[in-house]
């Protein structure tokens, strides 16, 4: 078992048009130890972040506005060396079928929210353990 490594999540995205609902889930990322949180309210302003800046983790709800569900992660598979980033997917009360299509999707975990401190930092145990780091994907940019 890998234990969990600074290195592996200095750089978050969340991608939450509420500045209300990004501002507490910003501070959670913080306080679990991430070193630079990006904020942005719709999927593109995402995907181009994620074109220019190197990402770790990328916190999402299925719906955004521009692009939802599998297509909104599809378009992230094709940021360049961002493209293996995992996904957590923001849970505020999803019905079990979306949950379903989001893990077939393949989202890298769920975080209920609020959240607190003990829960992102066991998502990053558990991403950590299942997978080689993120820090940087070989591929085109």
């Known amino acids: 078992m890998r234990s969990l ?13 509420s500045l209300a ?3 507490p889930l910003r501070r959670l990322l913080l306080q679990s130890g991430v070193k630079s949180v990006l904020e942005a309210e719709a999927a593109s302003e995402a995907i181009t972040l994620m074109r220019q800046e190197l990402v770790n983790v990328v916190l999402t709800p299925w719906q955004t506005p521009e692009l939802s569900g599998t297509p909104l992660l599809r378009a992230f598979r094709n940021c360049g060396r ?3 980033v995992p996904v957590v997917l923001l849970d505020e009360g999803l019905a079990q079928t ?3 299509a989001a893990v077939k999707a393949g989202i890298a975990a ?3 929210l609020p959240g607190s401190v003990a829960r992102m930092r066991a998502i990053f145990r558990s991403i950590s353990e299942s997978r080689t780091p993120t820090t940087a994907s070989p591929g085109p940019p």
């Open 5 to 17: 490594s600074e290195a592996d999540f200095q750089t978050a995205l969340i991608i939450e048009p």
């Open 21 to 23: 609902k990004r501002l």
């Open 82 to 84: 961002n493209r293996n």
């Open 98 to 100: 979306t949950i379903v």
């Open 110 to 112: 769920r975080l209920s």
